[in-house]
């Protein structure tokens, strides 16, 4: 009996995408940077895995395709949000690639996208949650206290608080202010909140560089330490709710509408390019004339800006207040 002898020859292998393809993704995500192109790349890594799991081509999908993926991740209890932004991350890839004459035509031309709610369902805290927060950090290590307070005081993404250099505090016309990273690589300078400062100056002790916020072992704190340290504090805090980053800017957004800062004023703080954004963070508090829920704001309407005097909310009227409507711009008017 003989047995034949093993193949010596190798298998040949298939790339898992072709030149033009690979061209495509990688000229495509090399027009953004940071955590929007993090984004961008995981969106189409799952994009990509869901294609070659059904062996179809990159360059051969069609638009049933992709309205097949978009389904999928709705069976899989994915956010309508979520899916929007798959969505319009791989239309934008495939319109780089028609741009570039590396394809035809965007089978995801026609595609359609869920309908995202216009009221934010972030969580929310009350004032009193809030509050209790303030306290928890004040009470806690000096930088946990400053990164809350930026966070909640200050209304900055978590990574622009994480990303905040010593060298770039400063002092302008007797305020305290921070120079950071915007969304979009924008460099601006912020006031900061008096409890702010003093909080910061506790974290960076003797320090004259290097990152604001440090971890035990000397690294710069991340995104995901950061939410980390929310959490902690928000149950030491005794909040049962899935309190992150987000949350704390959602706060700041909500109270800052709810005192009565002109939309306009309050978009330039959180650095959002279209009105509309800012509007889902506190519709019920800011337009409906529901109770506010947010921390008693510090804020005062400047006089002489243009809202119609006398047209209060009903709660606000209610509790004696005076905090005028926010103005709704006329180009959002229906």
Known sequence: MTTAAPSTALATIQPAFTDPVRLA?????????GLTREAYALDLRQFTAWCRGRSVPLFAVRRADIESFARELEVRGRARATVTRRLSTIAGFYKYAVEEELLEHSPAAHVRRPR??????????DRNELGALMVA???????????????????LRVSEATGADIEHLGLERGHRTLTITRKGCKVV??????????????????????????????????????????????????IGKAVTPHTLRHAFITAALDAG????DVQEAASHADPRTTMRYGPAAAWTGTPPTSWPPTWQAPPGNGMPAGKLRPAAAAAGRSYPRPRIPATMRR
Not at 25 to 33: P, S, T
Not at 261 to 264: E, H, I
């Open 261 to 264: 800062v002109p939309l306009r």
């Open 25 to 33: 993704l990688a000229g495509f995500l090399a027009g953004y940077r």
């Open 116 to 125: 995202v709610d216009y009221e934010s369902h972030a969580v929310a805290l």
């Open 189 to 238: 300078t912020i006031p900061l909140a008096p409890r702010t400062a003093r909080a910061i100056d506790l974290a960076i002790e003797e320090r004259t560089g290097g990152p604001v916020f440090l971890t035990p072992d000397g690294r710069r704190l991340d995104r995901h330490s950061a939410g980390r340290i929310v959490r902690k504090t928000a149950r030491r805090a005794a």
């Open 137 to 155: 950090a004040g009470l806690g290590p000096p930088v946990e206290h400053a990164l809350i307070s930026l966070l909640a005081l200050n209304g």
